[in-house]
């Protein structure tokens, strides 16, 4: 056999590296090479286990022959129903076999009980394994009761081995296996402290090359880190099929689980939960828990229709513009980019004929959401405009649109939906580019306002 080298491995990327060196050739990060220990090649193929057992595509780990992809069958994905349609809705619909899925957030968030919820719904029709490294096996059973779930066909498994695991998954040959957590986990194969990057990468590598040779699924649990990455921070993220990211602001009860990476669907999709005293609920039209509770008109304050996935959703925006003891005032963005904040007020000044040159700006989007969409571009300007005139917009009014370089504004996909859901949540009025007005300036009771330029909305406004 040949023998097991020594690499490095950036915590920050997972890039690579040869020799351990003081920053990473990749990301530029400084003193982030861990050094971990690289099984040779010619045994992550060995042994095999062949054509998958199960109907997945996962399997023939052994032939790599060339194949002309139009004479592969048409081999319709499988996908398994978790039992929760919010997470299957950030799966992309489903788990497929042999897909690994880690599911990453913060101590405390909820990833225990999202994957023992799922594991029970899905256990009727798939075997399921719950190993926990950071539990006892009471402590699961007791909240497995707690929370009222169909325990029968769910196997539990205290251990955190990934040798032991793997043998004990031969024997059972489940069809979905939760690790919780992917920390715990440790390989003979390394000296290295469980808990270390390489200790990590290495059993969740193993736990991949099972899902991948037996077409079992896999969740692995991760805490976030506090620099924000998962295990030592981005090591599994390349190595997995999907990775989501379970949030929520401290103090809420709401949860948003978002795809990050996903082979399998899109990565705009949310799932919304909230945690109670039976666990997690799934919250199905999540547009008003993104509303700041106060439903009198307050300066500075802008509700917008951003489409997250497949869905429209209400959110604020909130801004807070104030004069600024600075010789460089302050911009601060929360939930959206910081640059695409400063370019907007360039061009609120240039094209609105609106200075905050002296201002400190805050924008917030409230709830804990993140806007990447340019749709925010418009009702960002207006809360800004908002608090600087410290005149609330009418309290039924929405808005969405992209705003150009020379003060256009611009149409953004799926309007029609947007205006839809604005209307149904009892919006009287909404501002939007013109090539995402109807044309009879109504939607429902709503009355849709098509602006073309900046100063028109902002007078609009
Ligand atoms: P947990 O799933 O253990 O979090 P994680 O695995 O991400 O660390 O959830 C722990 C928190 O959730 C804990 O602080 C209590 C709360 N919780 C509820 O409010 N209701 C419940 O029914 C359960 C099971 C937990
Ligand atoms: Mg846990």
Redesign the pocket.
Known sequence: ASKARTAYVCTECGADHGKWQGQCAECGAWNTLSEFVVEPASTATKGGVGASRRSGWAGKVDAPAVTALKDLGHNEEVRVSTGIGELDRVLGGGLVPGAVVLVG??????????L?QAVAKMAAVLPALYVTG?ESLGQVAG?GT??GLPLDGVHALAETGVERILEHAAKMRPGLIVA??VQTLWTEELSAAPGSVGQVRESAARLVRYAKETGTAVFL?G?VTKEGGIAGPRVLEHMVDAVLY?EGESGS?FRVLRAFKNRFGAVNELGVFA??????KEVPNPSAIFLSGSRTPQPGSCVMVTREGTRPLLVEVQALVDSSPLSNPRRVAVGMEGNRLAMLLAVLHRHGGVGVGDQDVFVNIVGGIRVQETAADLPVLLSVLSSLRDRPLSEQTVAFGEVGLSGEIRPVPNGEDRLKEAATHGFKRAIVAKGNAPKSGRVGDMQVIAVERLAEALEQA
């Open positions: 957030g913060d101590p405390g968030i909820g990833k225990s009980t999202l023992l950071e909240r707690r929370l919780d957590s649990v805490h379970f009860r945690m109670g005293d039976k666990g997690l």
